[in-house]
């Protein structure tokens, strides 16, 4: 798989990252499937897995993704040594709902959590602020992340959710390297709000999530005519040329797409090996 940097580390990932959120939500596939999932991913040239605490059914199951993806590397056969688990903390699950708690006590505990339900025993690779919580200044809620990477728990940091200026308050007090925002065909809003722009000039990876539109807009893909006349002409499916969209907007992009079968993410993989003109990109 082809690579892109990660941010100023000096670090190669797949062009195509994996999300594990579908793995761990309601619906979610049994463990051996969502494993050999995670596997065929590495098979594949995937070096980035995008998780997070909160990847779960609720305040009891906290940290199962983690934990999934976890089990999955140990188990895998091959190589794993240059593999980037992108994990978030900041929102919590109470009866299943998604809710901020960016307090610096909660992130303290949840990045230690995190730490241990990833094996204990390296960094995180790559810890990300989930969401900014209004109820605390977002230099303080990274006082307890800046505390990790000082003591071993965290190798690099990332920034989700956020507005520019957020990023550069979070940036002094941490070395950031990633920002994960909403970007897809219905939510553009990282090309207006100066997000994409300020990633390119500052060498930020930008991590697209929900880069299909999510579970209820992938499987209507097909029903835009310019997609579904552009992937008869590529013979591709709508959701490759999406992802091919993506990628073609700006070298430090890097999709995250999720996925529950081989089949939807052998097809995302693929994506990586599509070529779209500038006149084909504007009718997408």
């Given at each position: ?7 100023n ?11 594990g959120?579908?793995l ?6 049994p463990e051996?499937?969502a494993?050999?999932v995670?596997?065929r ?13 909160a990847?779960c059914?609720?305040?009891s199951?906290k ?6 993806i ?30 901020t708690?960016s ?11 995190s ?23 977002i230099?303080?809620?990274?006082v307890p ?10 190798r ?7 507005t520019?200026e957020?990023i550069e ?13 909403q ?21 930020l990876?930008?991590?697209p999530?929900s880069?299909?539109?999510?579970s209820?807009?992938?499987s209507?893909?097909g029903?835009?005519?310019a ?22 907007k700006?070298s430090?992009i ?25 006149e ?5």
């Amino acid at each position: 798989m082809k690579k892109r940097p990660l941010g100023n580390t000096g670090v190669q990932v797949g062009i195509i990252g994996l999300g594990g959120m579908p793995l761990s939500l309601d619906g979610r596939p049994p463990e051996e499937q969502a494993i050999r999932v995670i596997h065929r991913a590495l098979d594949l040239g995937v070096t980035l897995i995008d998780t997070a605490d909160a990847y779960c059914l609720d305040e009891s199951d906290k940290h199962h993704n983690e934990k999934l993806i976890a089990k999955a590397l140990s188990s895998y056969k091959g190589e794993t040594s240059q593999v980037i688990v992108a994990t978030k903390g900041g929102l919590i699950r109470p009866q299943g709902r998604w809710e901020t708690n960016s307090n610096p006590k909660h992130l303290r505990k949840t990045i230690r959590e995190s730490f241990e339900a990833l094996g204990g025993e390296k960094p995180i690779p790559l810890w990300q602020l989930h969401a900014v919580d209004d109820k605390f200044p977002i230099e303080d809620s990274l006082v307890p992340v800046r505390e990790a990477v000082e003591a071993g728990l965290i190798r690099f940091v990332g920034l989700s959710n956020v507005t520019v200026e957020e990023i550069e308050r979070a940036r002094e007090v941490v070395e950031v390297v990633s920002v994960q925002n909403q970007y897809n065909p219905w939510n553009r809003n990282p090309e207006k709000d100066g997000i994409l722009a300020y990633c390119e000039k500052n060498k930020l990876t930008f991590l697209p999530w929900s880069p299909l539109g999510g579970s209820y807009r992938v499987s209507q893909l097909g029903q835009f005519s310019a997609l579904a006349e552009l992937a008869e002409q590529k013979k591709v499916s709508p959701q490759r040329l999406v992802l091919a969209w993506l990628m073609a907007k700006s070298s430090v992009i890097i999709p995250i797409p999720g996925a529950r079968r081989l089949g939807s993410l052998e097809d995302s993989v693929l994506a990586e090996g599509v070529w779209l003109t500038a006149e084909e990109s504007k009718r997408i």
